[in-house]
């Protein structure tokens, strides 16, 4: 993908396309401060391209990237780490503890995901994952500070969605970088009305006491905007954590009621469905019920997924 797309919302922060099989589906954010720059969220190794792009836009050169911030190793947020460290001298990789391994080492993340994708939709998708050198790598635990030529970015650790997972907190942003951890919000849904969020329960952590107490965490520090990957930034913030809060308990619930055997996984992704479809014919959503099940089908599918997995852990 030659074409760039970005937002630009202040304060040096830039919302760039990274193009993950559909235009606006993933984001990786570009915080630049003074002659320094960091980047949360890789997109995948294809993505990348995308970053240098921006970069180029903005006149940075690649020796000023300091940090690279994947919140997790799920590989639309973390895929392109390793072509980002070897394109960027200068650069740390911030991960949390959970996921540094899988960054130094790839194999495990590489065979976990196309346990999930499958083999072909994996080489579509992903390219390949290049290993990282443990000395470039920081195992961020919660609390953590970046210091980005003076400016403050926080690691929180936040489970959830996954336990590898952190959001970061910039201040000069007023706000996080969430990651999957705010759910995800598709401009498409929201339309012209306000954001629609939905749980995200891609296998294989799925927590949803986890996820809720991470709620009140992130809200404790009383953010603004909400940098979502999946995507974009989005406002209203508190009552966007109670349409969360609904959804991830709606996925809990249909969990612990599904039926045993063969087709639970098409029992659940349809019920997630049908509750989505509801959910925005109720907001007056123009969309028609095909194109919107073409936006969350993959999502969908995941989600059931992740229920399943859920279950077979005996913790629902
Ligand atoms: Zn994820």
């Known amino acids: 993908m030659s074409r760039l797309y970005y937002e630009e919302y202040g304060n040096g922060v830039y919302c760039v396309d990274v193009y993950y099989q559909r235009p606006r589906l993933a984001a990786s954010y570009l915080i630049h401060e003074g002659d320094q720059a960091a980047i949360v969220e890789t997109g995948t190794a294809n993505g990348v391209n995308q970053v240098l792009m921006m970069m180029e836009r903005l006149d940075i050169a690649p020796e000023q990237v300091r940090y690279v911030m994947p919140t997790h190793v799920h590989l639309d947020h973390a895929g392109g780490a390793g072509r980002m460290m070897g394109l960027f001298p200068n650069a740390k990789l911030v991960i949390h503890p959970f996921g540094a391994r899988h960054m130094i080492d790839p194999a495990k993340l590489r065979a976990g995901t196309i346990a999930v994708y499958g083999e072909e939709r994996f080489k579509r998708y992903y390219g390949e994952i290049e290993p ?112 969360l809060r609904e959804d991830i308990d709606f996925h809990a619930d249909l969990a612990r009621r599904a039926p045993e055997g063969e087709g639970r996984k098409a029992w659940l992704r349809e019920r997630i469905q049908e509750r989505i479809l509801e959910r925005l014919r109720k907001r007056g959503c123009e969309l028609g019920r095909e194109e919107i099940l073409r936006l969350i089908g993959p999502d969908t599918d995941l989600n059931a997924q992740g229920l399943d997995v859920w279950l077979q852990r005996g913790v629902g």
């Open 132 to 243: 990282i050198p443990e000395e470039r790598v920081i195992a961020a635990e919660n609390g953590f500070k970046v210091d980005l030529n003076g400016r403050e970015l926080i690691c929180i650790d936040t489970p959830g969605h996954a336990r590898h997972h952190y959001c970061v907190y910039d201040a000069a942003a007023k706000g996080f970088f969430t990651g999957d951890t705010f759910g995800l919000g598709y401009p498409e849904l929201a339309g012209d009305r306000d954001a629609f969020i939905m749980a995200t329960t891609t296998p294989v952590q799925f927590d949803p006491d986890a996820w809720h107490a991470t709620i009140d965490r992130l809200l404790s520090h009383d953010p603004k905007f909400i940098y979502l990957t999946h995507f974009g930034r989005v406002d209203n913030v508190r009552v966007l954590a109670e349409q």
